[in-house]
């Protein structure tokens, strides 16, 4: 089955600096990846995905995140963070060939200070 | 707003008791997911099922189970509770063929705290 992992439970950044938050993936067939972010006690809210073509992929409120095939990994990043983006940021993947469940990583909490 | 309603939102209850969460997909959605989030704990996929039929398991106890009604809402129930049942548990829905564009829907979750 297909897994992700997302190595830094917590990522802190100043207000105005670049951020990324990693994630990596396992899966037998061709990846749909995706970035959700949780703001506390709210459902997950989708930023953005990648399914095929241009390896950067852009989303909503300013994110992107690329996808490198040969390191089986799918950065989130911003090139200025906000205080309001802090909040708990999860990747996930669907292995579209196989399934359609999708499998999501333990998450990364983002604090970015003022 | 992603469409996805779930039911309720805040439940307590005692240990040993059963309840049910309810969920109702985006309009034409055929799969409903239920993921299961422990405090401080990522997502776990619990079960999907795809127009009434299960097709996907995930770490769904044999305490729990789950069915998707011909109207296409989902129900999840959990039975003879345990204090570590306490989570927020979401649904989420997304649609098929040429309509999927393969992000998933998520409610805004049904906490349950068992006491």
């Known amino acids: 089955a297909q897994s992700v992992a997302q190595p830094e439970d917590q990522v802190n950044v100043a207000e105005g600096n670049p951020l990324t938050v990693k994630c990596t993936y396992s899966?037998?067939?061709?990846?749909?990846l995706f970035w959700y972010v949780q703001y506390p006690n709210r459902g997950l809210q989708f930023l953005l995905k990648y399914i095929t073509g241009d390896n950067l992929v852009k989303g909503s409120y300013g994110f992107e995140a690329e996808f490198n095939k040969s390191q089986t990994s799918f950065h989130l990043k911003k090139p200025s963070a906000l205080v309001s983006d802090s909040a708990l940021y999860f990747c996930?993947?669907?292995?579209?060939?196989?399934?359609?469940?999708?499998?999501f990583g333990a998450g990364t909490r983002l604090t970015v200070k003022p | 707003d992603s469409g996805v309603t779930q039911t309720p939102k805040h439940l307590i209850t005692a240990t040993g008791q059963r309840v049910t969460l309810r969920c109702s997909p985006r309009?034409?959605?055929?799969?409903v997911y239920w993921y299961q989030q422990s405090l401080d704990q990522g997502l776990q996929f619990l079960i999907q099922?795809?127009?009434?039929?299960?097709?996907a398991k995930g770490n769904i106890l044999e305490r729990f189970s789950a069915q998707q009604f011909p109207d296409l809402h989902s129900e999840l129930n959990l039975s003879s509770l345990e204090l570590g049942d306490s989570a927020l548990y979401f649904c989420?829905?997304?649609?098929?063929?040429?309509?999927?564009?393969?992000?998933?829907?998520f409610g805004e979750g049904s906490r349950l705290t068992v006491l």
């Open positions: 099922y795809y127009n009434g039929e299960e097709r």
């Open positions: 996930a993947v669907r292995d579209m060939d196989n399934n359609n469940d999708m499998r």
């Open positions: 309009s034409g959605d055929l799969s």
């Open positions: 989420a829905s997304s649609a098929q063929g040429q309509g999927n564009t393969g992000e998933l829907f």
């Open positions: 899966v037998s067939g061709n990846p749909y």
